[in-house]
């Protein structure tokens, strides 16, 4: 009786997975928790079972059967073939394995999320030399300056003639042959901009949604112990001394763990109590204070920076290496004051480690806006409204430097950091030890460094190139100093939610960051008179305005002039739109609320 | 393409490629690894399904498995006859539900059948306890192993029957996005 019952059930198996279409049917096969032997079986029948069915199906044409099943049976091999060549663009696929191997997911995770940055750049870099660039070297003027070494450093002289710069660029409409089709530079700039930052805000939003979608832990029926025990070894370790790490880290969580259930919740008296929030208090006064004090430092020597450049136009060495003195300054300031917060840290002791690294990196993100925001106010309202021939590509030139000198500061970091730490960990004072990988201050430096091109992207529209290769040379150099230097982290990363926080640092103080500075710089400021493709006009959003009431006048293209008056610029549409975003953020909210009591 | 290997028949291959996460090139790679464990044992033709299976000892001296506390669970589990002893359907099978295509569900499913050392379906206290000494190398003792399987099966146990099931131990993995 067993015997039939069970030969039943797999005939229904085999029915419904010959109905179902060939991927999903191939999915769920893979899918089946069933011994090979037997998955092979049950996919045998399946084929049997479909042959079978076309042949009654087909009856009219037998002789096509035959040669009808080759050629599908042949069309997906080709198309498994095929895939198996994509995979080889899986660049770094090898690498990424290794480390992970090695070292446990959380510093795989670093890498992945430079490799996620990296695309970025290199969609940017593209689009941008294709719809800009090249089209600007047909129209381009001839340079007049000459070429020294120290333009690699400074990006001015030489390269201020280049269509590196937002100044090079034509606002001619550029039409080489006669009557025929022209290129309007203007559009081409504001909208291959424009639409970049689009598609990286929808990227980064479904990315967001989805890491939220699988990470998001409810935090009330979160069952420590349990999942900690079965569910955080992670099988992806392949190192013997990661696997004996990772060992004597779960051994000491779970006595940790134990001796907090057998000890009561630590009653603090009065006084402590008072003493620790003292600390807290101070600790956090210290940091803000630090940050407002780098934030005017780099202030006033940005304001020099600018009365040396507007006042003197001499191309000699020191003036070029004084130009170097801002970005050398903030990158400083960017390596050393973290470590001030770190020690502050460890001068409150936290209640968990947990919280003494939110805080730090949360003090280490206030430090970078800040200095990112003070740069993007002095850019903004004193340098475009200063007397310089072409404000704009003095923007862009700061940028370079400032970008340039981080990539620098980086490699000497990772040189410093790991490197020389590790010489002295194991010969000079070797009770210090191996260096560990420090995932966060590694991934605030990337969001910076993206954050600075993203807002470059204006200014200088091959920056995302210069960044793509500094990218590719950091991910090496730190690979070879990760395997070489440093030992697999000893405390325990809830790696996907890391994962998440990253995403969502880019996203929100990053990216939107640099919108609202793009946002100001296209609507409120006046480009400079006499360079670049939006010389003469009110502002850079002016192109687009223009173009529209030049538009009216041909009947062929009145949709697109009824969609930017009615949708584009109509301030009803976005509050329609925005009251039903809300609307259907609080309706899936409800339902998150419903979902968690059942 | 070119049918350039004669290990397998197309069919074999294709079979293969429906029954696991890994294309054509990555299937003949693993033949390769499977037979590097022991050439003399294993055929390089595969067309007539020779019987070979490769002792658990060879499986377990992998450089993928052989630092995992586990190694000789996950060699039992995947192997047809329970001692660890595996033939290339085996070897191949193992290597696709641990490979990173394998979906979570799958991967949960074979889990539990690692932790349930006694082979009866239930994870229970003795099970348990076998884990969290493999998972910290026997450094705890045993009154704190005890002491953390109780807490465990507390927790996790839905219908309270002293041990977890397979749903008990599905529904805990759906909250821990941890899970590797």
């Not at chain 1, 934030?295 to 006033?300: H, K, P, Q, T």
């Not at chain 1, 690979?479 to 929100?508: D, E, G, I, Y």
């Not at chain 2, 704190?144 to 749903?167: F, P, R, T």
Request: proline share 4%; net charge neutral; hydrophobic share 45%.
């Amino acid at each position: 009786f067993y015997f039939f019952h069970g030969f039943y059930e797999e005939d229904k198996l085999v029915g419904s997975l010959a109905t179902m279409p060939t991927n999903e049917r191939i999915k769920a096969i893979q899918k089946m928790p069933e011994t090979m032997k037997k998955k092979r079986e049950i996919r045998n029948k399946v084929v049997k079972e479909i042959t079978k069915k076309s042949r009654h199906r087909s009856t009219q044409l037998p002789c096509c059967m035959q040669c009808l099943q080759g050629r599908v049976v042949s069309f997906r091999r080709f198309g498994n073939s095929l895939s198996e060549y994509f995979r080889l663009l899986w660049v770094w696929h090898k690498t990424l394995k290794i480390i992970g191997a090695e070292f446990g997911t959380s510093v795989l995770s670093y890498f992945i999320f430079l490799k996620w940055l990296l695309t970025f750049n290199i969609f940017s870099f593209l689009i941008n030399f294709s719809f800009i660039t090249i089209p600007q070297f047909v129209a381009a003027e001839p340079n007049s300056l000459s070429f020294t070494g120290l333009e690699l450093f400074t990006g001015a002289g030489y390269f201020q003639q280049t269509v590196l710069y937002y100044g090079f660029y034509t606002n001619a409409t550029i039409g080489k042959i006669e009557n025929g089709p022209s290129y309007n530079m203007q559009l081409a700039y504001i909208f291959t901009i424009g639409i970049y930052f689009v598609i990286c805000f929808l990227i980064l939003l479904f990315s967001i949604a989805k890491s939220f979608c699988r990470n998001f832990i409810n935090p009330q029926a979160y069952s420590g112990n349990a999942s900690k025990l079965l569910c955080t070894w992670d099988f992806n370790i392949t190192n013997e001394k990661a696997v004996k790490l990772k060992q004597k880290n779960l051994s000491t969580q779970i006595k940790e763990g134990l001796t907090e259930v057998n000890r009561e919740v630590l009653n603090f008296s009065v006084t402590e109590r008072v003493v620790r929030i003292v600390i807290h208090l101070f600790s956090w006064v210290a940091s803000l204070g630090t940050a407002v004090a780098a934030c005017a430092g780099v202030y006033f020597l940005s304001i020099n920076n600018l009365k040396l450049f507007v006042e003197g136009h001499r191309n000699d060495l020191e003036s070029q290496a004084a130009m170097l003195v801002l970005p050398v300054v903030t990158s400083l300031l960017n390596a050393f004051i973290p470590f001030f917060y770190s020690w502050l840290g460890h001068l409150e002791r936290f209640q968990t480690p947990g919280h003494q690294i939110y805080i730090t990196i949360t003090r280490n993100m206030v430090l970078k806006i800040s200095i990112v925001g003070i740069l993007c106010y002095y850019w903004l309202n004193i340098v475009a409204a200063s007397e310089s021939q072409c404000w704009e590509t003095l923007v862009g030139q700061d940028i370079y430097r400032l970008v340039l000198v981080d990539f620098i500061f980086c490699l000497l970091g990772s040189f410093f950091g790991e490197f020389l730490r590790r010489i002295i960990g194991t010969t000079v004072w070797v009770s210090l030890g191996l260096p560990e990988f420090d995932i966060g201050r590694n991934v605030l430096d990337l969001i910076y460094a993206q954050t600075l091109t993203w807002i470059g992207i204006l200014f200088s529209p091959l920056l995302p190139g210069i960044q793509m290769i500094s990218f590719a040379i950091v991910f090496y150099v730190k690979k070879v100093s990760l395997m070489m230097n440093c030992q697999p982290p000893r405390k325990v990363w809830r790696t996907a939610q890391m994962a998440t926080s990253f995403m969502f640092l880019l996203f929100f103080p990053s990216f939107l960051g640099v919108l609202s500075v793009i946002g100001v710089t296209v609507w409120r400021l006046k480009p400079s008179e006499e360079c670049g493709p939006f010389r003469g006009l009110s502002s850079m959003y002016a192109a687009v305005s223009e173009w529209i009431k030049i538009l009216e006048n041909y009947t062929g293209s009145k949709w697109v002039v009824w969609i930017y008056y009615n949708l584009i610029t109509s301030e009803l549409f976005f509050f329609i739109l925005s009251s039903l975003v809300l609307i259907i953020t609080y309706l899936y909210w409800q339902i998150i609320e419903g979902r968690k009591t059942m | 393409m070119g049918n350039k290997q004669t290990i397998f028949t197309p069919e074999q291959l294709d079979a293969y490629q429906d029954c696991t996460f890994f294309t054509r090139k990555e299937i003949l790679r693993l033949f390769y690894r499977y037979r590097d464990l022991a050439p003399q044992l294993v055929p390089l033709d595969y067309t007539d399904k020779p019987d070979v299976t490769l002792p658990y000892e060879l499986i377990g001296s992998m450089p993928e498995l052989k630092d995992n506390p586990f190694r000789q669970r996950i060699a039992e589990v995947f192997s047809a006859d329970g001692d660890g002893n595996m033939t290339l359907d085996d070897f191949l099978d193992m290597f696709s539900v641990l490979s990173e295509m394998a979906p979570r569900d799958l991967k949960a499913y074979y889990a539990f059948k690692i932790y349930d050392f006694n082979n009866d379906d239930y994870i229970c206290k003795s099970d348990l306890a076998k884990t969290v000494n493999k998972l910290t190398r026997n450094e705890l003792t045993p009154e704190e192993v005890s002491l953390v399987c109780e807490k465990v099966i507390y927790e996790a146990d839905a219908d309270n029957d002293g041990k977890l099931s397979l749903e008990d131990f599905q529904h805990m993995i759906i909250r821990a996005p941890d899970f590797l």
